[in-house]
């Protein structure tokens, strides 16, 4: 019954992908013909409402791109991130699939001189069938995420309700059972709905688990799955009995449910969001990993090396006018530098404007208090300001730190810090910053280190590199000022 709701589910987003897929294509024509012929479209013929559009080209590709990046597949308790990720590579595929075919078929819409009108656009001009495939990506991408997002709302809230309901079997009665229970019955938006229990011992010793019906042992599973209609099983099987795994999983085989493994790994020590991969055949799960591995990582960089390099040329004159305001207030040198640990607890020499009498005094393992008289009249301000920093876009370019990312300490810090703040090293599976999420909110100084910390580690595992536009956004607009700071 299920799967003929779920199929009914997916020939009405595919008639709706349809439409708005053609709509995304009807709106790109539309802004060409205004933008490029000056006049809303009007044309006498109706063939050309559907060929001027390219809808006998777009629509079909669209959907067939929609497919292949997964959008049909019953994933309740998908994240609308990852579904937007999907719809993303959908619209990617769909226009470069429709150049490709156009060029193939010899269509107008590519060629080198078609078009009489044409756009200007960033300093470059497009003949406007070249503008309206332009058009056509960004409008399609936010059409079909606005549409796939309302979709999502309407059926977590049916749902919610008690529709369209799950039906799940959890295998094992013990605390990792319980926790399956909770969870999947706290997110009844997903629309699973517990409806039976199967303890992890051979037979069973209790009729009801959590107000829960206890079908059998494990020895009854199979039988259990003959006799009752459950859409999916949850197998949440205690440490001492993960011997029992492969074979239930192969006796799994038999029954046409969806499977999922709860690992018997409390949630203190996932850090981060576990991911399976596979290496020559061999599963692997991946416990713990640097976000920054891949393109992440390249992109972050490029962002990096832009900024600090455009920083530094817009506040040459800012830093040249600290440099002198630092070297007539005090004897020593301007740039202060020391220790500190980054990605992978690699160590580097920070660079600052210095801000004490004495070099010496500021390489102190101490932290600096409330009118601490090391700190001259200009460090001050420049600490208050967070100017004294400005030398560290040098670290960035340098490939030692990020724009964004935790603040570095100093090496012997880290060593007490690691024993006495559980999960504190996970600051260290990204680059050191000139700010972050912490600063952002207000965290620089005197201030709660577990706090710090838990925004730091909140960083880390949920890090994207719009994140980091964000907080350089929120750095930018909250001001560099911290009373905080001395």
């Not at 003949?127 to 999502?152: C, G, Y």
């Not at 209609?229 to 011997?243: I, K, N, Q, S």
């Not at 070297?327 to 990605?343: A, C, D, E, K, N």
């Not at 876009?393 to 007490?416: A, H, K, Q, T």
Request: charged share 20%; glycine share 8%.
């Amino acid at each position: 019954m299920l799967k003929r709701r779920h199929q009914l589910f997916v020939v009405v987003l595919f008639v709706l992908d349809a439409l708005v897929v053609a709509a995304a294509a009807m709106s790109a024509w539309s802004i060409r013909r205004l933008l490029a012929e000056r006049t809303f479209p009007h044309l006498s013929e109706w063939e050309d409402w559907l060929k001027e559009p390219l809808l006998l080209f777009v629509v079909p590709l669209g959907l067939i791109c929609i497919r292949v990046s997964g959008l049909y597949r019953p994933r309740r308790d998908r994240t609308l991130t990852s579904e937007l990720l999907d719809v993303a590579r959908a619209t990617g595929f769909t226009i470069g699939l429709l150049v490709f075919v156009l060029w193939a078929v010899g269509n107008d819409a590519i060629a080198a001189g078609s078009g009489s009108a044409g756009v200007m656009f960033y300093d470059a001009r497009f003949t406007a069938p070249r503008f309206q495939i332009l058009l056509l990506a960004p409008v399609l991408f936010v059409l079909l995420s606005s549409h796939r997002a309302i979709f999502r709302t309407v059926l977590r809230r049916v749902r919610a309700r008690g529709w369209n309901q799950r039906h799940v079997l959890i295998v094992g009665t013990g605390r990792l059972g319980q926790v399956a229970f909770r969870t999947i019955e706290r997110n009844s938006w997903t629309g699973m709905r517990p409806a039976g229990f199967v303890t992890h011992h051979p037979e069973a010793r209790r009729e009801t688990f959590l107000d829960t019906r206890v079908l059998g042992g494990l020895t009854q599973l199979d039988r259990v799955l003959d006799e009752h209609e459950f859409d999916a099983v949850y197998l949440a099987l205690p440490g001492t009995r993960a011997g029992e795994l492969p074979g239930l999983l192969q006796m799994l085989d038999r029954h046409a449910v969806d499977v999922r493994v709860v690992p018997d790994v409390p949630t203190r020590y996932i850090p981060q969001a576990m991911t399976v991969a596979e290496l020559d055949g061999m599963p692997v799960l991946s416990y713990r990993e640097s976000p920054l591995v891949g393109v992440g990582g390249m992109n972050k960089r490029t962002l990096d090396v832009i900024g600090a390099v455009v920083a530094i040329v817009l506040l040459s004159p800012l830093m040249l006018a600290v440099a002198a305001a630092v070297s007539l207030s005090s004897h020593g040198p301007v740039i202060f530098r020391q220790r500190r640990v980054s990605i992978g607890g690699e160590q580097f020499k920070i660079y600052k404007f210095r801000t004490m009498y004495d070099q010496a005094a500021e390489a102190s393992p101490a932290w600096t208090q409330r009118n601490d008289p090391r700190v001259t009249h200009v460090g001050r301000f420049l600490r208050r300001t967070s100017l004294d920093e400005l030398p560290q876009l040098f670290n960035v370019v340098r490939g030692e730190m990020s724009l964004v990312g935790p603040r570095p300490e100093r090496p012997e810090l880290i060593e007490r810090f690691r024993e006495d703040w559980r999960g504190y090293m996970l600051r260290h599976h990204v680059k050191a910053g000139m700010t972050g999420w912490a600063q952002v909110n207000g965290l620089r100084g005197d201030t709660s280190l577990r706090k710090r910390v838990q925004y730091d580690l909140f960083y880390v595992r949920n890090w994207s590199l719009l994140f980091d536009v964000r907080i350089l956004i929120l750095t930018l607009t909250r001001g560099f000022v911290n009373r905080n700071a001395y």
